[in-house]
């Protein structure tokens, strides 16, 4: 009997990442590989299994259309032979399902419940505004990396241009148009990967999980110069989640940035470089300083303090960086990112 209490005892004491009395570390380290490979495997397998998902949304509504009457029509090839307004729409209907579904899907799997996944906790209005205005900064200047990035590519001799969306000046087109790049990739996208990737690896420690989650965003957008910025912004949009343990954040800077990239894109269209040139120095100075005096209000509000969940982790980054890429799930969705960006700089 006094043998078992002092097992039952030692148990007690005994944690899972730290070993017994906080020593041996080494079983934990390898307790926690394994959870982060297993996470990592399920959240790049939900990531994958959008993109699949997207490609069947579209050739069921293909088939639909066909079956109801719709015929390929040549002069509207860039809008896969369909009417502009009927093609944004069906677009943003399929990029929305294609990635909430599977999203919503792996919450309800694994049983985790949407206040958990998808925390919006209240902020004073100034802190958010703060994050918001301090991350639509670092957007803008995630500009400059992807550029370069960009003009080395060509310079190489390869394809280092993002192709362009095809438009029509149909009003009704032009407003689907927006709605899919403004409206529905901060809420998608936010749900996803600072919602079911980001929130799964936070128990890694935040930084890890802002880091991881920007890096495997970043991959999704399938080119080198837009995987760069998207990379950078997903560190600041990352952030302003996890200090605000809210989604609110990033997704108001996913939207701002998002309207201005739709804005100077309408602007050029009608009224052309100078204008475009105009305008964007403009809001890029105004995001500058909106950013610096965000960057101080919160160093003076919060000290850049992470509201860190290290959940007893062991595993220094680098650890933890290499059991994110040891597993089945995100070794194939690198390879997909790889074979997509290659196409496109060999313009395909």
């Known amino acids: 009997m006094r043998l ?58 293909v088939f639909f259309l066909r079956a109801v009457g719709y015929s390929y029509n040549r002069r509207l090839s860039e809008f896969s032979g369909i009417p502009p307004a009927l093609y944004y729409l069906l677009t943003c209907a399929v990029y929305a399902l294609g990635i909430a579904a599977p999203a919503l899907l792996y919450f ?13 906790r209240r902020n004073r209005a100034a802190d958010t505004a703060a994050l918001v205005f301090f991350g639509c900064m670092v957007c803008l200047l995630a500009n400059y990396p992807a550029e370069w990035v960009s003009t080395l590519i060509e310079r190489a001799g390869f394809n280092g241009v993002i ?10 087109v032009l407003t689907f148009y927006g709605i899919e790049t403004v409206v529905v990739p901060p809420l998608v996208e936010e749900l996803m990967f600072r919602g079911v990737v980001l ?10 999980a802002v880091l991881a989650s920007s890096l495997i965003f970043g991959m999704m957008h399938g080119n080198f110069p837009q995987t760069v910025f998207a990379f ?43 204008a475009v040139s105009t305008i964007s ?29 290290r959940g007893g982790t062991v595993l220094t980054l680098s650890g933890k960086m290499a059991a994110l890429f040891s597993n089945p799930g995100t070794v194939i969705f690198t390879l997909l990112f790889l074979t997509l960006s290659v196409s496109v700089l060999q313009g395909g």
Request: net charge positive; proline share 6%; aromatic share 14%.
């Open 232 to 274: 950078f912004a997903g560190l600041a949009m990352g952030f302003a989640a996890v200090q605000a343990d809210s989604l609110l954040p990033s997704i108001l800077i996913h939207f701002i940035n998002n309207l201005v990239s739709f804005a100077l894109q309408l602007t050029n269209r009608y009224w052309g470089d100078a």
């Open 108 to 120: 309800a799997l694994k049983r985790i419940p949407l206040q958990v996944g998808l925390p919006f």
């Open 281 to 309: 120095e403009i809001v890029s100075a105004a995001l500058l300083i909106l950013g610096m005096l965000a960057l101080v209000y919160l160093v003076r509000r919060r000290g850049f303090r992470y509201r860190q969940n």
């Open 199 to 208: 929130q799964s690896l936070r128990r890694f420690g935040d930084g890890f």
């Open 4 to 61: 078992f209490r002092k097992v039952r005892r030692f148990t007690m004491i005994y944690d899972t990442f730290h070993g017994p009395f906080g020593y041996p570390p080494y079983f934990a380290a390898q307790a926690e590989k394994r959870q982060i490979r297993r996470t990592a495997n399920q959240v790049s397998w939900t990531v994958i299994f959008c993109g699949g998902l997207i490609f069947l949304l579209t050739q069921a509504a």
């Open 163 to 172: 192709p362009e969306t095809p438009l029509s000046d149909d009003p009704l």
